[in-house]
């Protein structure tokens, strides 16, 4: 018997289009946000990036004027076009603005509590 990807997921990915900001070392990237959840992100492949899978990268979500969520993270994986990231690290902010970002979108905000209490553990 198989698992599939979203019976093994723990956290509630939903969909957000956004642009953000990558950097790693000298090195930064614009690409599009899929997806996101309360542990990472998904986003499109750029032609041009020149990721180095090993090491740690910071991601800049512009969501209003003075508003970011600024995560380290971490490459999961990179296939069909597409990049998978895993948080390694987050600001109590961007926590935050993630969080309410997530249960507006989940239209449950008691399932996206119970997955930052997961995440916290």
Known sequence: MTISNRDRRHFSRVSF???????QGSHSWEAQVLDLSLCGLQT???????????KLV?????????????????????????????CE???????????????LNMGDSQACEQELARLGS
């Not at 289009?17 to 950097?23: D, L, N, T, W």
């Open 17 to 23: 289009q956004a642009k953000a900001e990558f950097h």
């Open 44 to 54: 499109d492949l750029p032609d041009d990036q020149q990721l180095q899978p090993q």
């Open 58 to 86: 910071r991601a800049v979500i512009h969501l209003a004027k003075d508003t970011v969520i600024q995560m380290t993270l971490r490459l999961a994986h990179a296939s069909g076009g597409r990049m998978g990231f895993h």
């Open 89 to 103: 690290s987050i600001d109590l902010d961007s926590i935050s603005h993630l969080r309410n970002l997530v249960a």
